[in-house]
T-cell receptor
Framework: GNSVTQMEGPVTLSEEAFLTINCTYT??????LFWYVQYPGEGLQLLLK?????DKGSNKGFEATYRKETTSFHLEKGSVQVSDSAVYFC???????????FGGGTRVLVKP | GAGVSQSPSNKVTEKGKDVELRCDPI?????LYWYRQRLGQGLEFLIY????????KSGLPSDRFSAERTGESVSTLTIQRTQQEDSAVYLC????????????FGPGTRLTVT
């Protein structure tokens, strides 16, 4: 079936540390891929996206590359800040309607 | 308003009662989605509306769940004879309707069935 798997949290880091959150997907065809973020007390918002193989999405210092050969879309940031503390969701969209299938979410806590 | 709004923000109901959740999408957005987020889990797709096309109901978990949308405006999600397993945050999102268009999420309605 079509699913999204991401690493379980919580992930606890110190400020300026390197962050990686793994995400893999299963799908037929060529889905679009997304990372959404939910900051404490706020709604879900799009962080970045990639729509075809080898595309790199980037925003706010975060990056993720659409890897078709490994069916992965890992999220990375080179130097995290306390304000990056949030829950991060990986998602894939279907061609028809773009309804999203989400991973289970990864809670990230960055300590000063 | 500028974003997607949902009401109520919180709803506590007794098992067996019906509830109705409301979503106001961003003006001009033709696509509207409902998702459910159970505690500690990811979001599950429930239903999708696109313009005047027949809705995609493939994610609705049972026939107790239904949703309507009037044109390209407000949508209501109705849960009949609520069960405790229906307790979750129900999220609405809207988009311009293109394949890669960003979905903008509302703040959600937290439903608790006692």
């Amino acid at each position: 079936g079509n699913s999204v798997t991401q690493m379980e949290g919580p992930v606890t880091l110190s400020e300026e540390a390197f962050l990686t959150i793994n995400c893999t997907y299963t799908a037929t065809g060529y889905p679009s891929l997304f990372w959404y973020v939910q900051y404490p007390g706020e709604g879900l918002q799009l962080l970045l996206k990639a729509t075809k193989a080898d595309d790199k999405g980037s925003n706010k210092g975060f990056e993720a590359t659409y890897r078709k050969e490994t069916t992965s879309f890992h999220l990375e940031k080179g130097s995290v800040q306390v304000s990056d503390s949030a829950v991060y969701f990986c998602a894939r969209g279907k061609a028809a309607g773009n309804k999203l299938t989400f991973g289970g979410g990864t809670r990230v806590l960055v300590k000063p | 308003g500028a974003g997607v709004s949902q009401s109520p923000s919180n709803k506590v109901t007794e098992k067996g009662k019906d509830v109705e959740l409301r979503c106001d999408p961003i003006s001009g957005h033709t696509a509207l989605y409902w998702y459910r987020q159970r505690l500690g889990q990811g979001l599950e797709f429930l239903i999708y509306f696109q313009g005047n096309s027949a809705p995609d109901k493939s994610g609705l978990p049972s026939d107790r769940f239904s949703a309507e949308r009037t044109g390209e405006s407000v949508s209501t999600l109705t849960i009949q004879r609520t069960q405790q397993e229906d307790s979750a945050v129900y999220l609405c999102a809207s988009s311009l309707g293109g394949r890669y268009d960003e979905q903008y999420f509302g703040p959600g309605t937290r439903l608790t069935v006692t």
